[in-house]
């Protein structure tokens, strides 16, 4: 049943049954029409009456037939099509049935049965069962396979469950106190000959129902295995009620095993195309969760270097610095420029200016494993390193590592006025050396919910320490307490406006 031709979000009445589904239904029918033919000579064997067998049987029948009803009604609630609330209704129909049918056995729970049974009551209750249930069939089958969704889902179905109540309270009333009306169809145990005329009409009706619903082509999984159903229901009728002699003979039991079946079918593929919708959902939110995470990290990745963008570094600065203030710990940041990288690339191209890009970025990349840690393309050929828990001397030592780490790729750099290689500058700032004016503004703009907006005081003096770097001749580290006399006092007043050193 693997090859159903159907979207992973099928319901079992629209997805078309595949060309092994049906082989598979075909040999099915196959034996159980093999099985009846064995069978039907022997149908009037008597056999010990078994009186346990009838409510174990019908209590079978009624959890089938009321599973198999919610599942029905479910499917309804997603494909809105009155067809499936018809057929639902004929499953709710012969599960009341059963348990009308189970308690008016002669017998059973009373010598003549409860609810005013009579000695026809039972068989007649048997056959206005069979008969409606295939009514139902004809009810759903004569909607075409076409049926369009249509509105009022709950109040369809609470009519269609009204309906059945109300049939099943007719037929009780029928086979009870009407059953003097009514032919007599059962003399003790066995068939009176009316009794043919009856279970042959009603078989009838149930064939009619079959031909009806292989004329829905091309069939659902849904009509395929109702068609097989079908054929199991004929059989129960034929053998428990029309070649056999009476109660507990071969027939009865046999037509009663074929009934179950037949109950048991829908129910079986509906619970099998569950659990395949419910792995292709497992499939399908963790395929949606892998997607959303390579997406988070195509927008938190810089696509050229490799390490985080420019976005990502913003993201994790604010998460840092709410972080820093409220814990009261050091943040310490790192802006980093390649030196003469505009001279580089009118040297060597482009080309080789992106791969110089990213052999930096590794090298800086190396230095930000630790958890918080983070190296970005802060833009251009500028990074920018993020080190939480980190004072201002420990950040600095990072910073020279950082140096010495990028000299020692020896990647080429004739237009370097430093060195025959690529150097760098690295500008390093903690929240902790900052004016004490910073830190309060800072903290009252935290609570304020801003924090995004003033953690950049601590951008413009890490790249204030980054400009002395250039200043001081590049190729080195310098934090922002090492400039000259009074420039850490005057962090709090520099702004964007900055100058800068060029390349």
């Given at each position: 049943m693997s090859d159903t031709v159907a979207a992973p979000g099928a319901a079992l009445a629209n997805s078309l049954a595949g060309e092994g589904e049906q082989w598979f239904a075909a040999f099915l029918i196959g034996i159980s029409t093999a099985a009846f033919v064995a069978l039907g000579p022997f149908a009037r064997t008597p056999l010990p009456p078994l009186p346990a067998f009838i409510p174990i049987y019908q209590?079978?029948?009624?959890?089938?037939?009321?599973?198999?009803?919610?599942?029905?009604?479910?499917?309804?609630?997603?494909?809105?099509?009155?067809?499936?609330?018809?057929?639902?209704?004929?499953?709710?129909?012969?599960?009341?049935?059963s348990i009308l049918h189970a308690l008016t056995f002669p017998g059973l729970f009373a010598p003549t049965g409860l609810l005013g049974a009579g000695p026809q009551t039972t068989a007649w209750l048997y056959m206005l069962w069979h008969?409606?249930?295939?009514?139902?069939?004809?009810?759903?089958?004569?909607?075409?396979?076409?049926?369009?969704?249509?509105?009022?889902?709950?109040?369809?179905?609470?009519?269609?469950?009204?309906?059945?109540a109300a049939a099943v309270c007719g037929c009780a009333l029928l086979g009870t106190w009407g059953q003097s009306v009514l032919p007599a169809i059962m003399r003790g145990n066995q068939h009176s000959a009316a009794m043919n005329f009856v279970v042959w009409s009603v078989w009838l009706i149930n064939l009619l129902a079959l031909l009806v619903l292989t004329r829905r082509r091309p069939y659902s999984v849904l009509?395929?295995?109702?068609?097989?159903?079908?054929?199991?229901?004929?059989?129960?009728?034929?053998?428990?009620?029309?070649?056999?002699?009476?109660?507990?003979?071969?027939?009865f039991y046999a037509g009663r095993i074929y009934g179950l079946l037949a109950a048991s079918f829908i129910l079986i593929v509906l619970l099998m195309q569950s659990g395949r919708l419910y792995l292709a959902l497992i499939n399908?939110?963790?395929?949606?969760?892998?997607?959303?995470?390579?997406?988070?990290?195509?927008?938190?990745?810089?696509?050229?270097?490799?390490?985080?963008?420019?976005?990502?570094?913003?993201?994790?600065?604010?998460?840092?610095?709410?972080?820093?203030?409220?814990?009261?710990?050091?943040?310490?940041?790192?802006?980093?420029?390649?030196?003469?990288?505009?001279?580089?690339?009118?040297?060597?191209?482009?080309v080789a200016g992106d791969g110089c890009l990213r052999t930096v970025a590794q090298a800086l990349a190396k230095f930000a494993r630790r958890a918080g840690e983070m190296a970005a393309r802060y833009g251009g050929e500028e990074f920018a390193v993020l080190l939480p828990h980190t004072d201002i001397a420990a950040a600095r030592r990072v910073g020279e590592l950082m140096c010495q780490a990028v000299r020692e790729q020896q990647i080429p750099h004739e237009g370097s006025a430093v060195a025959c290689h690529v150097t760098i500058s690295v500008g390093v700032a903690c929240i902790a050396e900052l004016p004490e004016s910073a830190g309060a503004l800072s903290r009252d703009t935290a609570a304020g919910g801003g924090s995004?907006?003033?953690?950049?005081?601590?951008?413009?003096?890490?790249?204030?320490?980054?400009?002395?770097?250039?200043?001081?001749?590049?190729?080195?580290?310098?934090?922002?307490?090492?400039?000259?006399?009074?420039?850490?006092?005057?962090l709090a007043a520099t702004d964007a406006s900055s100058p800068s050193v060029a390349g």
């Amino acid at each position: 049943m693997s090859d159903t031709v159907a979207a992973p979000g099928a319901a079992l009445a629209n997805s078309l049954a595949g060309e092994g589904e049906q082989w598979f239904a075909a040999f099915l029918i196959g034996i159980s029409t093999a099985a009846f033919v064995a069978l039907g000579p022997f149908a009037r064997t008597p056999l010990p009456p078994l009186p346990a067998f009838i409510p174990i049987y019908q209590s079978a029948l009624v959890i089938n037939d009321l599973i198999t009803a919610v599942f029905l009604l479910g499917q309804r609630q997603s494909l809105r099509t009155d067809a499936l609330t018809v057929l639902a209704g004929g499953y709710l129909f012969t599960a009341l049935m059963s348990i009308l049918h189970a308690l008016t056995f002669p017998g059973l729970f009373a010598p003549t049965g409860l609810l005013g049974a009579g000695p026809q009551t039972t068989a007649w209750l048997y056959m206005l069962w069979h008969g409606g249930f295939p009514l139902f069939v004809l009810g759903y089958a004569s909607y075409g396979p076409s049926d369009q969704a249509s509105r009022g889902t709950r109040a369809s179905a609470l009519r269609v469950t009204a309906l059945v109540a109300a049939a099943v309270c007719g037929c009780a009333l029928l086979g009870t106190w009407g059953q003097s009306v009514l032919p007599a169809i059962m003399r003790g145990n066995q068939h009176s000959a009316a009794m043919n005329f009856v279970v042959w009409s009603v078989w009838l009706i149930n064939l009619l129902a079959l031909l009806v619903l292989t004329r829905r082509r091309p069939y659902s999984v849904l009509d395929l295995w109702l068609i097989v159903a079908m054929c199991a229901w004929l059989f129960d009728i034929a053998l428990s009620a029309a070649l056999n002699a009476g109660r507990y003979d071969l027939g009865f039991y046999a037509g009663r095993i074929y009934g179950l079946l037949a109950a048991s079918f829908i129910l079986i593929v509906l619970l099998m195309q569950s659990g395949r919708l419910y792995l292709a959902l497992i499939n399908l939110r963790e395929s949606d969760r892998a997607k959303a995470e390579e997406l988070r990290r195509l927008t938190a990745v810089d696509p050229l270097t490799g390490i985080a963008n420019r976005r990502a570094f913003e993201e994790a600065l604010d998460q840092e610095w709410r972080r820093m203030m409220r814990q009261r710990t050091a943040l310490s940041l790192l802006m980093i420029d390649v030196d003469y990288f505009k001279r580089f690339n009118d040297s060597y191209g482009h080309v080789a200016g992106d791969g110089c890009l990213r052999t930096v970025a590794q090298a800086l990349a190396k230095f930000a494993r630790r958890a918080g840690e983070m190296a970005a393309r802060y833009g251009g050929e500028e990074f920018a390193v993020l080190l939480p828990h980190t004072d201002i001397a420990a950040a600095r030592r990072v910073g020279e590592l950082m140096c010495q780490a990028v000299r020692e790729q020896q990647i080429p750099h004739e237009g370097s006025a430093v060195a025959c290689h690529v150097t760098i500058s690295v500008g390093v700032a903690c929240i902790a050396e900052l004016p004490e004016s910073a830190g309060a503004l800072s903290r009252d703009t935290a609570a304020g919910g801003g924090s995004r907006g003033i953690a950049t005081v601590l951008i413009e003096a890490a790249d204030h320490a980054l400009y002395e770097a250039k200043l001081a001749g590049r190729n080195r580290a310098i934090a922002a307490w090492e400039n000259a006399a009074g420039a850490t006092s005057s962090l709090a007043a520099t702004d964007a406006s900055s100058p800068s050193v060029a390349g």
